[in-house]
């Protein structure tokens, strides 16, 4: 099993950064790759960014050149880097990590992120 742990999380002005963190802990050596996905109110959660096994990144359309993922495998942490910030990224924003040996995934409890003036 993993556990997965977001923080970092806040009330932030448009056009502010925020920096998310997710620690992972338990089996850390099941992960594969690890992701950032959001949930706004009344909609489908949604993908955000991604870092992989082999160490690249992919984002969301909406998110491109705003928001940076980095890991940090030492530490079994990842990251999500948001700068330009808009009200339309207010959300739940939930850490996922993938099990290398099994389809399961593993999900954080979640964070806020709300981005209004």
């Known amino acids: 099993q993993v556990q997965l742990v977001e923080s970092g999380g806040g009330l932030v002005q448009p056009g502010k950064s925020l920096t998310l963190s997710c620690a992972a802990s338990?089996?850390?050596?099941?992960?594969?790759?690890m992701a950032w996905y959001r949930q706004a109110p009344g909609k489908q959660r949604e993908f955000v960014a991604r870092?992989?096994?082999?160490?690249?990144?992919t984002y969301s359309d909406s998110v491109q050149g705003r928001f940076t993922i980095s890991r940090d495998h030492a530490r079994n942490a990842v990251y999500l880097q948001m700068n330009s910030l808009k009200p339309e990224d207010t959300a739940v924003y939930y850490c996922?990590?993938?099990?290398?040996?099994?389809?399961?995934?593993?999900w954080g409890q979640g964070t806020q992120v709300t981005v209004s003036s």
């Open positions: 870092f992989d096994i082999r160490g690249s990144a």
């Open positions: 996922y990590a993938g099990d290398s040996l099994s389809s399961v995934s593993y």
């Open positions: 338990g089996s850390t050596f099941r992960i594969a790759d």
